[in-house]
Every structure is written in structure tokens, then in C-alpha cells.
């Protein structure tokens, strides 16, 4: 199954036309599907909110794309899980630095470090996709994540970047 498939599957993408007016806000509402699937609790989310605010912007991965994540080992970890949220404008992490924004947030929630990492390499091979990143930060409805995802379910694996070669 693939993550954009996965993310359909689990009711995990939510699809936001008012964006949040600071970073801590973002993370609050993109958290909000993992924690109605009983995947993470307001603990976690306080985490990656606390993470932030200690070490700064690092979970803005590449400009547009956010990242939230605490410990595989923190508190209030129910599951494993990443939840998808878009939102129509990119919130700014880092005052004045435009690679320090992200519009598409993928939350990450595991309960060891092995899952941590297998959903981080995942994630990574979505978004190394060629056009993802750009087809994900277009869509505004549930029904373009579907047609976004059969674009991408159809398209050879060579295409996608997924040759063995």
C-alpha cells in the first residue's frame, strides 16, 4: 500500500481552507487526526510544541513540508500512525525565512524507534516522488487527494523513483 493510499484508507487526511495563525496552532489542528484515531494524545502534541520550541524549526524537512514528530519513546504515544494535513497558506516557522514554512504537514506518532524509522523512510520516499510535493500543495478538496492519488498509483514505479537500479 502506498502512503498516499494508506493516509485514504485510515481517514488520516484532512484538508484545511483557514490556515492557523501561528506554528503551535498548526501543529494543534494537524495533530487533531491522529489524536480522534486514539493514535497520540494532547501529551504528544505538547511534545512536538516543547521539541520546537528547544531545537528550533527542524521539522520543516524542505521548504513546504512540515514534519511534526516527538520521541518514538515520549509520552502520549497510543500508536503508530502518520496523519496528513494541508492547509491553504504555509505557516511560518522561522519569522522572515521562507524555507522555514510548510503548508503540508505530515504527523508522525510510533510506539518504538524501529516504526519511527520505517515511517520516516517511507514518508521520504513519498515526498522524493517527482511532482509530489507540488501535487499535494494544490489540492483543496478530499476529492483531489483521490485523483492526486490515482495519478501516482498509476504512474510506472521507474517514474515514481522506485527502480531497483
Do not use: C
Request: no cysteine; proline share 4%; glycine share 8%.
Amino acid at each position: 500500500m502506498t502512503m498516499l493510499k494508506y493516509f485514504y484508507d485510515n481517514d488520516l487526511v484532512r484538508i484545511y481552507d483557514k490556515t492557523p495563525t501561528n506554528w503551535r496552532e498548526a501543529i494543534n489542528v494537524a495533530s487533531e487526526n491522529l489524536k480522534e484515531k486514539n493514535i497520540i494524545t494532547d501529551e504528544y502534541v505538547r511534545e512536538v510544541i516543547k521539541n520546537v520550541e528547544t531545537n528550533g524549526a527542524y521539522i520543516v524537512i524542505t521548504p513546504g513540508v512540515v514534519m511534526p514528530h516527538a520521541l518514538a519513546t515520549g509520552q502520549g504515544v497510543l500508536g503508530t500512525g502518520i496523519g496528513f494535513a494541508k492547509f491553504s497558506e504555509p505557516v511560518s516557522f522561522e519569522d522572515g525565512n521562507p524555507d522555514k514554512q510548510g503548508k503540508l504537514f505530515f504527523t508522525l506518532a510510533a510506539k518504538d524507534e524501529t516504526q519511527h524509522l520505517e515511517n520516516i523512510q517511507n514518508l521520504m520516499t513519498l515526498l522524493m516522488t517527482d511532482g509530489m510535493i507540488d501535487a499535494l500543495s494544490d489540492i483543496e478538496t478530499l476529492a483531489d487527494f483521490v485523483q492526486v492519488m490515482g495519478q501516482f498509483e498509476n504512474t510506472p514505479a521507474e517514474q515514481r523513483g522506485e527502480n531497483d537500479g
